[in-house]
């Protein structure tokens, strides 16, 4: 289309404004789908510093109320989810490619953005009833289901409740047996040798500008001086990496094979990727008391979902000639999977660890706030204290070992497309 654009004498303004973008609506659309579930997932972080609305609810109710903070977390997921829906039902109809979509499956999506906008009046309209009407013994509503709430809370922070006996020695297990050696070596091992080490990684995996990179950041992380509690923040982030991996690649391969898998993961995926992530922290505040591990859990489901969709996608979008190939040689479906399937969509799987690492990342600082150490605890020092200056300076290691963690995992794909043509 491009071409033949060219080709009638339109100049490069012509071909961008009338033809590549309204082409391009449908993934426009999907970018402000995207852009608007991750805004709505940081409305927390502006009310750490007075930003006001449900934000300012879910961070005031941190220590004082973790009832009424659950509740305002899951009041944003219900506006994300909705949100979600109506802007994707609009991206599909003004795809000029809907001609593959049948009248019943516009009828659909018509109806999707129906029942979206109803649902937000409908909720706004029980928020209005729960605040204004009355139930027995002259409470609100409201107060009725903060209360079966904070009666959960309890219930699971009790040393003799089931959950408590599941969920303690599991946290106690990974501070012992994996954080805590983990955070040892990385911290006592000779700065050179982790720089060393971190910048071989990023040369055979992304290349050498990406591990040019990779070493000045780590360079400027012991510049700072803030080299211990980044090592203590990259041993959170390694830990809560390859759980979310695991998990994001198993599901996703899962979901890529089975259409019942991934209609099922879909809404869950949205409730983990829109619930501001101090609520993931609290419900594990109670679960694992221990200070470090409800930032590791928080990170997993907070990292995972967008492992799942990176891997299912890739998965999905390997060439069909590929698979029939491997059918007419009389692969399996198991072998069509492991050794055409998984290995076609590498770098998807690639991106997903890239992703689910700044993820993991965005987390575990947030989990400084409840003490979990490293950088994120010198940030929330920083706020809470007043003392800007060890905030920047953190925030600014926190940056750089963003920045590094990326350009390790990032992956080369120029490189690996040559190699395979």
């Given at each position: 289309?491009?071409?033949?654009?060219?080709?009638?004498?339109?100049?490069g303004t012509?071909?961008?404004?009338?033809?590549?973008?309204?082409?391009?609506?449908r993934?426009?659309?999907?970018?402000?789908?995207q852009?608007?579930l991750f805004?709505?997932?940081?409305?927390?972080?502006?009310?750490?510093?007075?930003?006001?609305?449900?934000?300012?609810?879910?961070?005031?109710g941190?220590?004082?109320?973790?009832?009424?903070?659950?509740?305002?977390?899951?009041?944003?997921?219900i506006?994300?989810?909705?949100?979600?829906?109506?802007?994707?039902?609009?991206?599909?109809?003004?795809?000029?490619?809907?001609?593959?979509?049948?009248?019943?499956a516009?009828?659909?999506?018509?109806?999707?953005?129906?029942?979206?906008?109803?649902g937000?009046?409908?909720?706004?309209?029980?928020?209005?009833?729960?605040?204004?009407?009355?139930?027995?013994?002259?409470?609100?509503?409201?107060?009725?289901?903060?209360?079966?709430i904070?009666?959960?809370?309890?219930?699971?922070?009790?040393?003799?409740?089931?959950?408590?006996g599941?969920t303690?020695?599991?946290?106690?297990?990974?501070?012992?047996?994996?954080?805590l050696?983990l955070?040892?070596?990385?911290v006592e091992?000779?700065?050179?040798?982790?720089?060393?080490?971190?910048?071989?990684?990023?040369?055979?995996?992304?290349?050498?500008?990406?591990?040019?990179?990779?070493?000045?950041?780590?360079?400027?992380?012991?510049?700072?001086?803030?080299?211990?509690?980044?090592?203590?923040?990259?041993?959170?982030?390694?830990?809560?990496?390859?759980?979310?991996v695991?998990l994001?690649?198993?599901?996703?391969?899962?979901?890529?094979?089975?259409k019942?898998?991934?209609?099922?993961?879909?809404?869950?995926n949205?409730?983990?990727?829109?619930?501001p992530?101090?609520?993931?922290?609290?419900?594990?505040?109670?679960?694992?008391?221990v200070?470090?591990?409800?930032?590791?859990?928080?990170?997993?489901?907070?990292?995972?979902?967008?492992?799942?969709?990176?891997?299912e996608?890739?998965?999905?979008?390997?060439?069909?000639?590929?698979?029939?190939?491997?059918?007419?040689?009389?692969a399996t479906?198991?072998?069509?999977?492991?050794?055409?399937k998984?290995p076609?969509?590498g770098?998807?799987?690639?991106?997903?660890?890239?992703?689910?690492?700044?993820?993991?990342?965005?987390?575990?600082?947030?989990?400084?706030l409840v003490?979990?150490?490293g950088?994120?605890?010198l940030?929330?020092?920083?706020l809470?204290r007043?003392e800007?200056?060890?905030?920047?300076?953190?925030?600014?290691?926190?940056?750089?070992?963003?920045?590094?963690?990326?350009?390790?995992?990032?992956?080369?794909?120029?490189?690996?497309g040559?190699?395979?043509?």
């Amino acid at each position: 289309m491009v071409e033949a654009a060219e080709a009638l004498g339109s100049t490069g303004t012509q071909v961008l404004t009338k033809v590549q973008l309204p082409l391009a609506r449908r993934m426009l659309l999907l970018g402000v789908n995207q852009t608007i579930l991750f805004a709505l997932s940081m409305v927390v972080i502006a009310g750490l510093i007075g930003g006001g609305g449900l934000g300012d609810v879910v961070t005031s109710g941190l220590y004082s109320n973790p009832a009424l903070a659950i509740l305002a977390g899951f009041a944003i997921v219900i506006m994300a989810i909705a949100l979600d829906r109506a802007t994707e039902a609009i991206a599909e109809q003004t795809d000029p490619a809907r001609r593959h979509l049948t009248d019943a499956a516009l009828k659909r999506l018509r109806l999707l953005t129906v029942a979206t906008a109803l649902g937000i009046g409908l909720a706004v309209g029980l928020a209005y009833a729960f605040g204004a009407s009355k139930i027995y013994s002259g409470r609100t509503a409201l107060d009725w289901l903060l209360a079966q709430i904070q009666s959960w809370l309890d219930y699971i922070q009790d040393p003799g409740s089931f959950v408590f006996g599941i969920t303690e020695p599991i946290g106690n297990f990974l501070i012992e047996h994996v954080l805590l050696p983990l955070q040892d070596f990385l911290v006592e091992t000779p700065w050179f040798i982790t720089v060393a080490g971190l910048t071989a990684i990023a040369l055979v995996v992304s290349g050498r500008r990406p591990a040019l990179t990779a070493l000045a950041m780590l360079v400027w992380i012991g510049v700072l001086g803030v080299w211990e509690p980044a090592m203590q923040t990259l041993s959170q982030v390694l830990v809560a990496t390859l759980i979310a991996v695991a998990l994001g690649v198993v599901l996703g391969v899962w979901a890529a094979e089975s259409k019942a898998v991934s209609r099922a993961l879909r809404p869950v995926n949205d409730v983990l990727q829109t619930l501001p992530q101090l609520v993931y922290i609290i419900p594990f505040i109670y679960l694992m008391p221990v200070s470090i591990v409800p930032g590791i859990v928080a990170s997993v489901l907070y990292a995972f979902p967008v492992v799942v969709r990176l891997v299912e996608r890739g998965v999905r979008d390997v060439a069909p000639e590929a698979v029939e190939a491997a059918g007419a040689f009389g692969a399996t479906r198991r072998q069509v999977l492991v050794k055409v399937k998984v290995p076609l969509a590498g770098d998807a799987i690639m991106l997903g660890v890239n992703q689910g690492i700044i993820m993991v990342l965005a987390v575990v600082v947030i989990g400084g706030l409840v003490g979990s150490g490293g950088l994120g605890y010198l940030v929330a020092q920083g706020l809470q204290r007043g003392e800007f200056g060890l905030g920047l300076v953190a925030s600014l290691g926190i940056l750089a070992l963003g920045i590094a963690l990326d350009r390790v995992t990032q992956g080369n794909r120029r490189r690996r497309g040559d190699i395979n043509v």
